[in-house]
């Protein structure tokens, strides 16, 4: 056995695989008792169909731990940038 399949042997950590990226201009939200189901998808301009969807299942608990972490975001955000004009997708 060769040194680098003695190590995946022993179960050494693979290189992590780069993260998929999604521009998101349309979300959708369904909660109910036991989870929260957010749905990002990209629509190009002049069409009503959703194009590369990705869902997000989670706890309702953790949505309070990302509503904490978006808004810090938004917050460090404006304080680097500027406010946000906001409501221009409703």
């Known amino acids: 056995m060769s040194e680098g399949k003695d190590e995946e ?8 695989a780069p993260l998929a990226r999604l521009y998101v ?6 909660v109910s008792l036991s ?3 957010i749905d ?4 190009q301009p002049g069409s009503q169909v959703p194009t590369h ?3 997000l299942v989670s ?4 949505l309070l731990t990302m509503q904490r972490e978006i808004g ?3 917050d460090r955000y404006q ?3 500027g406010t946000i004009a906001g409501g221009a997708h409703g």
């Open 9 to 16: 042997a022993r179960g050494a950590p693979a290189a992590p």
């Open 25 to 30: 201009n349309h979300l959708q939200l369904a």
């Open 72 to 74: 810090g975001a938004i």
């Open 59 to 62: 706890s309702p608990d953790y």
């Open 40 to 43: 990002l998808s990209q629509i």
């Open 35 to 37: 989870d929260v189901r």
């Open 79 to 81: 304080q680097q940038f």
């Open 53 to 55: 969807q990705v869902r």
